[in-house]
């Protein structure tokens, strides 16, 4: 689940009395990396003359301590799905519910990311961060003591709802409790911390379901959710937003219901067709062209609502004049979207092409994974000290594009360590440029205003692996039954379809299996050309960055 949240300013720096950065008041400090800088003086967060007293001592470690446990939280939430899935469906006795089990969480995070971003506005930043981790925990426990598979969903919507509100949350508090000089450092650490806690969440439910049961690995958030929030409710001040004060009824009315009530449902219709064509419906059937166009008139709707709300909507229109948050939205949309779907298809390459077991296809996902947790961080450290964070994007770009790209190439007898170097270097690329649209979040936007921000980059973030998985898929299945067709004609398509890779091997003879592989092998390869436009659709996002700055410079 992995994801996360800068301006130019022309005037001297003037640090808030408790902040850590060097003290810069008696001097002009020039920009260590030249680069076509807007020397527009209207800043966001942070701006010149600041005081914001930000925490620091024991109490800033705690809570950092605290943000780190959510997170931890989060990451292992969804990554130790996919290890649960065989025993929740021998446990439920049913195998119709596994796509709900995986997507349901989703599906909740993307219809209320926009409404937990303006109630961050609206409430209590500490309250409503704490309300998203109580009902976090509740979907958890749900989930963990589910006597059926309807009640083990619901439990993952409940999860769903408090995601959405954690990971604005936190990325939210960050603004408050960090100075914006040292926010993309901060930011990088979360990020690797929540990606090492996401790779490591087949190992540890793995240990869970063979030592306890499935229900351990939802009840190990329990204990996690409970610690956090005790430091949270006790350590956190922060100032009231503007608009905390209104009425109730004015802050119900801010929180524009009516606009989130036509948005969940257009987010269900259009993700819902996405799963279920070409596996539960064919793609051009009344089902599937229904929801599609049931969709496209809610987002419409939507969008009028929205337009006629005017500063009480959700997802102000006015927000989108800071170019930064449409160019960071598109460029996680492409990012994110590259890595999950050349993830996902390396690992049918893994097992189908090379024939490796499910646990080595898994540990040769790491290298993916351990360059983003190493990148992250690195990317934070470099903004820190540059004071710029779109050059980071730039180089993920080129990066992402060269890894995929050579990954395009391969055939059943590539080197193994060549393909671990590209997975490796398209990780470290993801990890060096997925933090970067949340830190121009909080450097373009007002304080009051960062968490409706983050919420528009995050929710690229977010639906971009769902559409593109679905898209890879139906891509895939064109391409495999053509190339099988290439490469053995004599072979019947039909009884193919019906095979697993693993029957196929024991069913076919060496001669007609050679040659399927390589069709399986071709179709693949075709298929990564979905997440090579990705990467190369990336640079976009890169050019329409605003170029603003972390520090306070004359």
């Known amino acids: 689940m992995y994801e996360t949240a800068l301006k130019q300013a022309a005037a001297q720096t003037q640090c808030a009395p408790n902040e850590t950065l060097p003290d810069v008041e008696q001097t002009t400090r020039p920009s260590r990396v030249q680069f076509d800088i807007d020397e527009g003086d209207d800043r966001g967060t942070d701006a010149v003359g600041d005081d914001t007293q930000y925490p620091k001592g024991a109490t800033l470690y705690a809570i950092s301590g605290a943000l780190a ?17 065989p025993a929740l469906s021998d446990h439920f006795h049913t195998i119709r519910d596994i796509g709900w089990y995986s997507t349901t969480l989703n599906l909740v995070m993307c219809s209320f990311v926009f409404l937990f971003g303006k109630a961050y506005t609206l409430f209590s930043v500490k309250h409503l961060f704490l309300l998203s981790l109580v009902i976090f925990e509740v979907g958890n426990v749900l989930c963990t003591f589910a006597q059926s598979s309807p009640m083990f969903i619901f439990g993952r919507a409940i999860a769903g709802l408090g995601c959405a509100g954690l990971l604005s949350g936190v990325f939210t508090i960050f603004t408050h409790t960090f100075p ?94 996405l799963q ?143 393909l671990m170097c590209m997975l490796a270097l398209l990780g470290f690329a993801v990890g060096l440029g997925i933090q970067a649209p949340q830190v121009a979040a909080q450097t373009v936007l007002e304080a009051k205003e960062v968490s409706i921000g983050l919420a528009v980059v995050q929710f690229g973030s977010w639906m971009g692996p769902v559409l593109f998985l679905s898209a890879g898929a139906t891509l895939f299945a064109n391409r495999l039954n053509a190339e099988i067709h290439a490469y053995s004609p004599s072979t019947n398509i039909t009884s193919i379809d019906n095979m697993g890779l693993t029957e196929l091997r024991n069913t076919l003879g060496n001669d007609v299996l050679n040659d399927v592989l390589a069709g399986y092998s071709e179709a693949l390869v075709q298929t990564l050309y979905l997440p090579l436009t990705l990467c190369c659709a990336s640079i976009i996002g890169c050019i329409a960055m605003e170029r603003k700055s972390v520090k306070k410079t004359e």
């Open 180 to 273: 914006l000089g040292q926010r993309a450092m901060v930011g990088g650490i979360g990020g690797g911390i929540e990606m090492l806690s996401n790779v490591s969440a087949a190992p540890v439910g793995g240990a869970l379901i063979s030592g306890w049961t499935w229900r351990a690995c939802f009840g190990i958030n329990i204990p996690l959710g409970i610690f956090g929030c005790v430091l949270i409710s006790y350590l956190l001040q922060l100032p009231p937003n503007p608009d905390e004060t209104l009425p109730l009824k004015e802050k119900l009315k801010g929180l524009d219901l009516a606009g989130t009530a036509v948005f969940a449902p257009a987010v269900v219709c259009l993700l819902l067709p």
């Open 69 to 85: 446990i959510v997170l931890v939280s989060i990451g292992l939430d969804g990554g130790i799905m996919a290890v649960t899935l």
């Open 276 to 418: 279920w064509g070409g596996s539960v419906y064919r793609w051009d059937s009344a089902q599937i062209i229904a929801l599609f166009i049931l969709s496209g008139f809610l987002l419409s709707a939507f969008i009028v609502i929205e337009w006629k709300s005017g500063e009480r909507a959700s997802l102000p229109l006015r927000i989108f004049k800071k170019r930064s948050l449409l160019a960071g939205s598109f460029f996680g949309f492409c990012c994110n979207s590259a890595a999950f779907v050349t993830e996902y298809y390396m690992s049918i390459y893994f097992q189908g092409v090379r024939g490796y077991s499910a646990a080595k296809t898994g540990a040769l996902a790491l290298p993916l994974v351990a360059g983003m947790s190493i990148a992250a961080p690195l990317a934070g450290a470099f903004t820190t000290w540059a004071g710029y964070y779109f050059p980071t994007m730039y180089t993920a770009t080129v990066f992402a594009s060269v890894a995929v790209g050579v990954l395009t190439t391969i055939h059943a007898d590539t080197s193994l360590s060549l």
